[in-house]
């Protein structure tokens, strides 16, 4: 599966983005799906994942109560609703299957989308 993620941009600290993870090859519904970040000068890091047969879906503490996974079947594409965005959230933003629930990532990261959020 070919995995393509879209929506970032710039943003004052507070604000809202959603983005896209649009998937091309097969369909989400059979992949349990996560989103990621990298910071500049650090790791990749799990934001948020979401099953693929249930809606539930598994974020990272520092997200939690502002950020929402979800998905689209029909569109073939998985969302991640940023709320009350912060300084701290600025990132690359990558997705991609999960391999092992909740935080272990597959290798095919796909282009991510860069979010900057200013203060």
């Known amino acids: 599966v070919q995995l393509q993620a879209s929506g970032g941009g710039l943003v004052q600290a507070g604000g809202s983005l959603r983005l896209s993870c649009a998937a091309s090859g097969r369909g989400i519904w059979n992949y349990d799906m996560g989103w990621f970040r990298q910071a500049p000068g650090k790791g990749r890091d799990l934001v948020g994942s979401i099953r693929r047969s249930i809606s539930y879906a598994y974020y990272a503490d520092s997200v939690k109560g502002r950020f929402t996974i979800s998905r689209d079947y029909a569109k073939n594409t998985v969302y991640l609703q940023m709320n009350g965005l912060k300084p701290e959230d600025t990132a690359n933003y990558y997705c991609?299957?999960?391999?092992?629930?909740?935080?272990?990532?597959?290798?095919?990261w796909g282009q991510g989308t860069l979010v900057t959020v200013s203060s």
């Open positions: 991609t299957r999960i391999r092992a629930w909740p935080d272990t990532p597959t290798a095919d």
